[in-house]
């Protein structure tokens, strides 16, 4: 594949970002039929000679001029094609281009009247420009205890910041259960005593 900044047979193209389409050739007649070409920015030159991107063979393909036609971006997305002052013309789906004339997604483009006939499909953005994915810091809500942790590598507080979980208090024990016993024996204490003293 060609890519944005490639130097074509002659001449070096670096296309502005919003140019930046790529256009994949698909010969279907022709010298070259059955051969597919991808190219990662626009313009292309189209033509026998030896400054064109896409070469048509100089003997097989006579209706083809020497510098033909050129594919262009026009600004949005999409292709359009310029007749370069050839000798038999630039046909779009059929129909003769007049100077210039767009060019729809999947179109056959006839170069020269009677000439190799090429499909175009292309996309905008193709072309290896790449965003990289961005993984944003972990943010903590703003109603959060300060003493969690988040699930990102890298904790939203520092370690200084961090309180220590609260301690609940244990609950008091009661001494119900104590004293109850303490006056069981004191009483049968008592008890005792007084039957020692009658016994006497």
Not at 4 to 9: D, H, L, P
Not at 19 to 34: S, Y
Not at 84 to 94: E, Y
Not at 141 to 157: G, Q, S
């Amino acid at each position: 594949m060609h890519h944005a900044g490639w130097q074509g047979r002659g001449r070096s193209v670096t296309p502005d970002p919003s140019d930046v389409i790529e256009v994949t050739i698909t010969h279907l007649t022709g010298a070259r039929r059955n051969a597919v070409e991808t190219f990662g920015a626009l313009p292309l030159r189209l033509g026998r000679g030896d400054g064109c991107e896409v070469r048509f063979d100089p003997e097989q393909d006579a209706k083809v001029s020497a510098s033909h036609a050129e594919l262009r971006a026009d600004g949005e997305g999409g292709v359009v094609v310029a007749d370069l002052d050839s000798t038999n013309g630039v046909l779009v789906n059929g129909v003769k281009v007049q100077g210039t004339a767009a060019v729809p997604n999947h179109a056959v483009v006839e170069v020269g009247a009677g000439g190799p006939r090429l499909r175009l499909t292309f996309q905008q953005g193709a072309s290896g420009i790449s965003f990289s994915k961005l993984r944003a810091p972990a943010v903590a809500p703003r109603d959060a205890p300060r003493n969690l942790r988040t699930t990102d590598e890298t904790p939203a507080y520092r370690e200084a910041d961090l309180e220590p979980p609260a301690v609940r208090p244990a609950p008091p024990t009661s001494n119900a259960g104590a004293l109850i016993a303490l006056a069981v024996v004191l009483l049968g204490g008592a008890v005792v005593a007084f039957a020692l003293l009658r016994g006497g």
